[in-house]
């Protein structure tokens, strides 16, 4: 086959990922760091000068990073003016770069006194969480280039409230619808606040979207199992947003096909560190699922944990090349953002998972080591494209 140079848009935006919890290190008002236990983390908290001097370097033009509630605002109604200007300074080093500024409002963990009155369950928490956003945008405004209300609502109440992996550690369904409409009516609060307080910064809100296809598609049973499947982990996030968000971000990294009554196998070509599979093209099916809203669309993660970088490179130019052709299909993606910058901690795998296409040498002071992959992401943005295959 001949190989053909994969263009993207002049401003197009390349970045990378992190949150708050999992990068930054000492977040001890925080629930996930009573069951999870990041420590330092990948003590971005002080090392982000560091982090930007090589974002900078790999030439990407995009951040995406979470505040933490919990350090903003240790205890009720108390806010914290020294982490304020904490996250100015930072905010303002990235503007200083050129860098495109993507901040999450709420990448999964809350502070304790949240987690004290039944975290997403009680409903006092959407007039705290409007508060502590109406705040954030009041702050930070003028350095923010993007708002993100909530990271992965659905993921979080699947983990949480249905499967008791994570905190709250419920096992409810019934619960887990009640928390999932009430943390999405809580977006379209925010999204109505957010905008009075500044319109020109656009609100979006980051879903994890998954391509899933029935396992056996001359059984019914699969069908059905499917039917289900895509409804509660995909159509029911949209039908209640309400059309309030300006643009949308997806967060790409599963497909499976689904059998009954409830099983998913995981498809894909090659396998993460996680053991989890990879299928790039997953992303062009996604992508095109979420053309009907009519909307700029920004990956806003996807990646690998890949500790020894083997498939970083492949996965990246894999999900770039089925990316760009549901783009040539009328998808109007306009950024790319990798997961992650840097080595983080991820929940229950805690140090094992290395997202980062920067390594963090976690027994050496925290030491960055820039992957080859990331040289790799690096050029593409450079050269604005890449041959394929
Ligand atoms: C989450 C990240 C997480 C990543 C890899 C996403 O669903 O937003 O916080 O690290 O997946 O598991």
């Not at 933490?68 to 982490?83: A, H, Q, T, V």
């Not at 904490?86 to 963990?109: C, D, Q, V």
């Not at 019934?174 to 606040?193: E, F």
């Amino acid at each position: 086959m001949d190989k053909k140079f994969i263009q993207f848009p002049k401003d197009f935006l390349w970045g990378a990922s992190i949150s708050a919890w999992q990068a930054e290190g000492n977040n001890y008002n925080s629930d996930f760091e009573k069951y999870f236990k990041a420590g330092k983390a990948a003590n971005h908290y002080e090392m982000y000068e560091q982090d930007f001097d090589i974002l900078q370097k790999l030439n990407l033009n995009a951040f995406r990073t979470s505040i933490e509630w919990s350090r903003i605002e240790p205890e009720e109604g108390k806010f914290n003016e020294k982490e304020i200007e904490h996250y100015r300074k930072y905010f303002s080093s990235l503007r200083k770069r050129g860098i495109k500024i993507f901040a999450t409002l709420w990448h999964f963990s809350n502070p304790l006194w949240i987690e004290k009155i039944g975290g997403w369950e009680n409903s006092k928490t959407i007039f705290y969480f409007k508060r502590f956003a109406e705040k954030m945008c009041f702050e930070f405004s003028d350095f923010v280039d993007f708002w993100i209300t909530l990271n992965e609502p659905v993921v979080y109440v699947s983990k949480g409230d249905v499967f008791g992996e994570w905190p709250p550690f419920k096992k409810n369904f019934l619960l887990g619808i009640s928390v999932i409409s009430r943390m999405l009516y809580t977006h379209r609060i925010i999204y109505n606040h957010l905008k009075k307080c500044n319109y020109k910064v656009p609100i979006g809100i980051s879903e994890n979207l998954a391509y899933i296809k029935p396992k056996n598609k001359y059984n019914i049973l699969d069908w059905f199992a499917f039917y289900f499947a895509d409804y509660f982990y995909n159509r029911y996030f949209f039908s209640r947003i309400g059309g309030r968000m300006d643009f949308l971000g997806v967060n790409y990294y599963f497909s499976a096909d689904i059998s009954f009554p409830n099983k998913y196998d995981q498809i894909g070509e090659k396998e993460s560190d996680l053991g989890w599979k990879i299928h790039p093209k997953g992303l062009y099916y996604v992508l095109k699922y979420v053309k009907k809203f009519n909307l700029p669309v920004y990956i806003t993660e996807n990646g690998v944990a890949d500790k020894e970088d083997k498939i970083r490179e492949w996965y990246i130019k894999e999900h770039l090349f089925w990316a760009h052709r549901a783009m040539q299909e009328g998808v109007n993606l306009k950024g790319y953002i990798h997961w992650a910058l840097i080595d983080n901690i991820e929940f229950k795998d805690g140090k094992n998972a290395r997202f980062g296409l920067v390594e963090v040498d976690y027994e050496n002071n925290f030491k960055r080591k820039i992957r080859d992959s990331a040289y790799f992401y690096s050029k593409i943005v450079k050269e604005g494209g890449f041959y394929y295959p």
